[in-house]
């Protein structure tokens, strides 16, 4: 077991995602940024859909009571363990009673922890990723235990990697979403000239764009939405929907983020500018 | 019969839109499940294809793979052109039990007075009328129902409520439905139902499919309690009649 000491602000249980319920309404959910995890899965030689922690902005204090193995990848959040600092993208070995905490943000917003053969919170509806009403909540709590596999021979094949960082990336690939021909030339002439910013509305349903579009009058009826929609209110405001976004909506889908934007959006916070590019 | 066309659109690189004429009517949604029901029987292979229908639209995703647009988007239309009269799913009419109780039913008076309704008459038109569920989405079992009659159709709240009940039954515009968790909300609430539409605890969380109808009856506050309890206990079965059997 895992026992979260502190919770931090917002650290809760993601694996790919939970498919085949959107039809009934549930968002996918899973990591927000899924290149920082595939690494740090791959590194523990795990499966690619075991469950990591997803840490944002500021990280939690958490008390293992196994011994076992873990990776960190993501933002770059001042790990330490027992008092001494340690990286991203390295296995570490972890003994009972070891104490793994967070510092200073130093760059993107939301870091992995991922442990040999994954967490492993009750299972529901194919995913252990949460999502409430399907997990009793949408984060851990202070004193909260994540159960996870025990492992008693781990031998790493490699033990650490060297990252190119995509955490300082701002140009985000975009295809054309469905509605896309309805933009006008001025509206298309700023959608990708101008840089936009991330709103304080931002979090794992969506993030807000603070700049605007002209707005619009163009009406559709409710139409399915993907993690990395970007919807086009009438009154110009983009919403780029992320995974736990709702599965459905009726403002016009204008682009769609590439897999990799959506990683990198996912590291931006308040204030942080972006721009887009069609692939 | 002519049959509608369809047309469809890459939505990024795992996903492809079938949209027909924009256009709310059974005969639309009913080509539709029995497109989405044809594919996932005959053509699709495999657990990892998607499929979510609302009104005029069917979204086919794969979550493993990327699709080729151009050769995909053929296929779809070929397998379209050859579905014939495929049978749709089993589709149901539920009936939902609702407690029009002034407590529950907090903006009855409002409506009353606006829509110049008598109360009565407004709960009757609402349990007289059948509802058609056009798509499952915003949260999670929350239902985009059709049908409501003219003389119910009122603009939404002009502030929007912080939080609406869990199982609230509203109105606006041209749609009615029931919130299925405690959330913000703009419609005008004219009661409770007793029956989540949306259950964790199930293996199958949410009873109603889209392509699927609803009626609500009226209840009293004393069977509503009833009810909430037999949904508590687990022994509360939704009330449900097959149709286009």
Redo the contacts between chains.
Sequence with gaps: MLKILKSGFYTSVQDLGR????????PVSGVMDELSVFKANALLENEITDAVLEITMTGPTLFFQEETHIVLSGAEMSATLNNLPIVNYKVYQIDIGDILSYGKLEAGFRGYLAIKSGFRPKV??GSSSFFK???YGNRLMDGDMVPFKYKEIFKPKISEIKVDSFLGETILKV????EFDMLTEIQLQVLFSKDFTVAKENNRMAYQLNEMLEGHSHS?????T?P?TVQFTPAGKLIILMKDG????GYP?IL???DKAIAILAQKRQGATICFKLV | MEIPQIRTKPFGVHAVLVEWPVEVSELILNKILQFESFLKIQCLEGANWEYVSAYNSLLVVNTKMTIDYVSFSKELQHWYASMGEAKPYKRYLWRLPVSYDPGFGIDLDDISVQLKIEISELIRLHTSHVYTIYGIGFLPGFMYLGGLPEVLEISRKATPRLKVEKGAVGIAGKQTGVYPQESPGGWNIVGNCPVPIFDATKKEPCFVSVGDQIQFYKVSRAKYDLHKIEVEVGIYQPEKIQIDA
């Design positions: 498919f085949h319920y959107r039809n009934k309404g549930v529901m509806y009403p399907i997990t295809h054309k979403a469905p559709m009826l409710t139409s399915a993907l990395g709702q599965t459905t909506g889908r769609q983020l590439t």
